[in-house]
């Protein structure tokens, strides 16, 4: 259901004119949402709407009485909450349109951004489309590049490496 009325308000915002800056403007706020406080003080009831629309408008010095009206429209229906998925929305709106698909690299130490380049690169030219990748730390062993927009997932663990290698070696034996 949220992730429905999350794409009603990203396909209004992508058709008006001032979209980038809307982008823009709901991905500082998205920052705040990384704060479990901050998501409490969201969800309380106890706390009225318009005090909850004064704390976003405070993270602004100057908004255009649009995206002052956005916010407000959010605070009266309560969807406040929906701003992370807006944005998730955004995103994945806007990289259709430009074709740019993003992805992630998942890994146990960081990837330098020289292969991150190389890897995006690679796929790029494999997928005929542009494609941007965001490498996260995980728990697993090996290497993982999800590519959730195309249906293309690959992964490489080093244990599963050492079992494929040693089976080889005994059925040549």
Do not use: C, H, W
């Amino acid at each position: 259901m949220n992730d429905l009325l999350a794409k009603k308000y990203a396909k209004a915002i992508l058709s008006r004119n001032d979209s980038d800056e809307f982008y823009v403007f709901l991905s500082s706020v998205n920052l705040a949402f990384s704060l479990p406080k901050f998501r409490e003080l969201l969800a309380s009831y106890e706390i009225k709407k318009d005090k909850k629309l004064d704390l976003i408008l405070s993270f602004f010095s100057d908004l255009k009485p649009s995206f002052v009206n956005f916010f407000k429209i959010l605070s009266q229906n309560s969807r406040l909450f929906l701003i992370p998925l807006i944005l998730d929305e955004l995103r994945k709106q806007k990289s259709l349109k430009e074709q740019i698909y993003t992805g992630t690299i998942l890994s146990k130490e960081d990837v330098d951004s020289s292969k991150i380049f190389e890897l995006e690169r690679a796929l790029s030219k494999k997928f005929s489309v542009n494609i941007k990748l965001e490498s996260k730390k995980s728990n697993n062993d090996g290497l993982k590049i999800s590519l959730d927009e195309l249906g293309y997932e690959i992964s490489f663990s080093m244990k599963s490496l050492q079992m494929k290698m040693s089976d080889y070696i005994l059925k040549t034996l």
